[in-house]
Antibody, heavy 122, light 110 residues
Framework: QVHLEESGGGVVQPGRSVRLSCAAS????????MHWVRQSPGQGLEWVAA????????FYGESVKGRCTISRDNSKKTLFLQMDSLKPADTAVYYC???????????????WGQGTLVTVSS | KFMLTQPHSVSESPGKTVAISCTGN????????VQWYQQRPGGAPTTVIF?????PSGVPDRFSGSIDTSSNSASLTISGLQTEDEADYYC?????????FGGGTRLTVL
């Protein structure tokens, strides 16, 4: 049974940093690229970042490029998202998402976590 | 910047058929696959259509997807509407290696 569980959200002051984690189980984590997608309150989905199965390639959305680092620890089956210089516009539920096809980062998402809420506010 | 535009909301009666459009602002939507995700209130998204017109196992055949290259758009059609279909629906495609989501369409079944 595939399970993705995000953690690390909370209330963060503008300009500060947050590190989100996504613990994966139920599949061979080291063979799948992984993604982060966020959703601001009452708004739509926004793709944030992706990382290849071995961490050698990373990709970022325009709104977070330069402030965000995606990484992974395959030995611990965990995905990370470090976000710096946070802005109120970064307030959102952050989901990790798994592509259906291993080694294919462009494959559709077949599993999502339940998300972790980051609130950027003073 | 590549963008996907969806109607903000649609509504239809139970048993009827509804189509939700997703229009690209540039390029050829036929060059990249389109996915459709359903999100019920308070829940995470789930896939109802992938690779333009394929259904994941467990998704009823009332859901179908198509591409119209002449209008540079994709469509999600839901037939035999049920109250459980009431949700937000998002199309998703690609801009290079990055994913792009449409703004979402709220489907009301009344």
């Amino acid at each position: 049974q595939v399970h993705l569980e995000e953690s690390g959200g909370g209330v963060v002051q503008p300009g500060r940093s947050v590190r989100l984690s996504c613990a994966a189980s139920g599949f061979t984590f080291s063979t799948y690229g992984m993604h982060w997608v966020r959703q601001s309150p009452g708004q739509g989905l926004e793709w944030v970042a992706a990382i290849s199965y071995d961490g050698s390639e990373t990709f970022y959305g325009e709104s977070v490029k330069g402030r965000c680092t995606i990484s992974r620890d395959n030995s611990k089956k965990t995905l990370f998202l470090q976000m710096d210089s946070l802005k109120p516009a970064d307030t959102a539920v952050y989901y990790c998402a798994k592509p259906h096809q291993y080694y294919d980062m462009r494959s559709y998402f077949d599993y999502w976590g339940q998300g972790t809420l980051v609130t950027v506010s003073s | 910047k590549f963008m996907l535009t969806q109607p903000h909301s649609v509504s239809e009666s139970p048993g009827k058929t509804v189509a939700i459009s997703c229009t690209g602002n540039s390029g050829d939507i036929g060059n990249n696959f389109v996915q459709w995700y359903q999100q019920r209130p308070g829940g995470a998204p789930t896939t109802v259509i992938f690779e333009d017109s394929e259904r994941p196992s467990g998704v009823p055949d009332r859901f179908s997807g198509s591409i119209d290259t002449s209008s540079n758009s994709a469509s999600l059609t839901i037939s035999g509407l049920q109250t459980e279909d009431e949700a937000d629906y998002y199309c998703q495609s690609y801009d290079g290696n990055n994913r792009v989501f449409g703004g979402g369409t709220r489907l009301t079944v009344l």
